[in-house]
């Protein structure tokens, strides 16, 4: 973890957490979680196998992926909960960890999960090419796959989308465009804002708990309108900055480790940031995701994912008091759920 940072475990899902929440009310009988640990060391065993058979490493991680999506569908919270942890304990897993993406996750070096050098790695971002050169061969295949997983697909699609929206508004707004990202990371997208290129956005701050994002963002963008803001969801809440109001307000990847009743404030927050006419869009991934046993298990990346109806709730909880348009909509790949709400002119 990065000296001086402390992680704001107030607001967001930290690591070591649940990857979901245990069921008291309705716990499943003993002898499914044995059903559950067998079938899950013969799968494991299995890939174990592939690798040692020096098998192409695309077609182990993928069969590997599906069995675990498949496993965690099939049985209890509480028994996927508890068995995920012997995944990292089985000799596969020093296979696994040597693709440089999966161990960067698995390891956590800022501290937490999903940090803007691991989304670096899923944008193939020349930030991480040293790791990547340094990896081992077997480790290069991994990544191979892992960069162009459906999730990792997701995660690109929706920087694109980020930087388009950014652009639309500013569009409609030459000069006087003033846009928010809260949990900014390295702030990618805006590499790719013809807007912000051409000088017709006012001002974007980019707003961040991990001061090394906050570092980065400075550096990157000098001379521009961007502006990198330290900061938490708690200190965005507890109204400890004096930011105004805004065109446009985005937070990519940060619903993904929200509760709902921290979602809801923090919606109700940057709705009633918004200017008239002005958009808050929120992303999360969703409950179609069929990479998500992989990710709690060898990567150790604990998501909470939503469905449509969960998108909404939020919306609705955070659109009290204020006369808004919601849409919901998934993106190409239905692996992330996008939710944008916007403000009555």
């Known amino acids: 973890m990065a000296q001086g940072f402390k992680f704001d475990g107030e607001s967001l899902i930290a690591p070591g957490q649940a990857f979901r929440p245990i069921e008291l009310d309705d716990l499943p009988p003993s002898d ?6 067998a079938e899950l060391a013969l799968t494991l065993d299995l890939s174990l196998q592939q690798f040692r058979s020096e098998m192409d490493p695309h077609v182990i991680v993928s069969r590997l992926s599906q ?8 049985f209890h919270v509480n028994i996927w909960n508890e068995i995920v942890l012997l995944t990292q304990n089985h000799p596969v897993a020093r ?17 937490y999960a999903g940090d803007a050098h691991l989304l670096d790695f899923i944008y193939g971002h020349a930030q991480v090419g ?10 290069r295949r991994i990544y ?18 980020l930087a388009r929206r950014v652009d639309e508004y500013a569009k409609d707004r030459p000069g006087s465009t003033e846009v928010l990202a809260v949990a900014s990371g390295h702030l990618r997208e805006a590499a790719l804002s013809t807007a912000l290129r051409e000088g017709k956005i006012r001002r974007w701050i980019a707003l961040d708990q991990d001061p090394l994002s906050v570092g980065t963002v400075a550096r990157d963008f ?31 990847g940060l619903y993904d480790y929200l509760t709902f009743p921290v979602a809801a404030k923090l919606t109700r927050k940057c709705v009633a940031m918004l200017k008239p006419g002005g958009s808050f869009l929120f992303a999360n991934f969703s409950q179609e995701i069929e ?23 939020i919306a609705e909880a955070g659109a009290v008091n204020a006369e808004t348009k919601v849409s919901v909509w998934f993106g190409e790949n239905r692996n992330i759920l996008y939710c944008e709400i916007t403000k009555a002119e």
């Not at 499914?32 to 640990?37: L, R, V």
């Not at 069995?67 to 099939?74: K, M, P, T, V």
């Open 95 to 111: 296979f696994l960890l040597q693709d440089p993406f999966t161990r960067w996750s698995f390891d956590k070096p800022r501290g």
């Open 222 to 252: 000098a001379g521009t309108c961007v502006e990198a803001v330290d900061g938490t969801v708690k200190s965005l809440l507890s109204n400890k900055h004096a930011l105004g109001h805004f065109d446009y307000i985005y937070a990519a």
């Open 67 to 74: 069995a675990l999506h498949q496993i965690r569908r099939r």
């Open 32 to 37: 499914q979680m044995i059903t559950a640990k």
């Open 144 to 161: 191979d796959y892992t960069k162009d997983a459906s999730s990792s697909v997701a995660v690109r699609e929706r920087r694109d989308i």
């Open 130 to 139: 040293e790791e990547i050169a340094a990896s081992t061969e077997l480790g």
């Open 291 to 313: 990479v998500d046993g992989y990710m709690e298990a060898f990567m150790n990346w604990p998501l909470l994912l939503r469905s449509e109806n969960d998108m909404q709730m």
